[in-house]
Nanobody
Framework: QVHLEESGGGAVKAGGSLSLTCAAS????????MGWFRQPPGKEREFLGQ????????YVDDSVVGRFTISRDMAKKTVHLQMDSLKFEDTAVYYCGISGPTSWDYWGQGTQVTVSS
């Protein structure tokens, strides 16, 4: 059974950096990508970016491009989210997920990131 676990969240001051890691217990055979989402307080979950698992092609949403970077380690079955120049509005619960060909099928429990101004 696929289990995802995020780590690396915490509190940081604006302008600082955090690195999140998502580790998968195993990977589904039809995996297409691993990615990151976040849910700010009182708002809906929003897509941040993904990296295709086999090709390693990253994509980062325009809302965080230039500040957030996604990478993966195939041997460790992990995906990483490097977050730089953090802003107060980056405060959210961050989730990782695994997508198949058409949908995001697996989710982690989330990790809290709090940015103080």
């Amino acid at each position: 059974q696929v289990h995802l676990e995020e780590s690396g969240g915490g509190a940081v001051k604006a302008g600082g950096s955090l690195s999140l890691t998502c580790a998968a217990s195993e990977l589904p055979e039809n995996i297409y990508a691993m990615g990151w989402f976040r849910q700010p307080p009182g708002k809906e979950r929003e897509f941040l970016g993904q990296i295709t698992w086999k090709g390693g092609i990253p994509y980062v949403d325009d809302s965080v491009v230039g500040r957030f970077t996604i990478s993966r380690d195939m041997a460790k079955k992990t995906v990483h989210l490097q977050m730089d120049s953090l802003k107060f509005e980056d405060t959210a619960v961050y989730y990782c997920g695994i997508s198949g060909p058409t949908s995001w099928d697996y989710w982690g429990q989330g990790t809290q990131v709090t940015v103080s101004s």
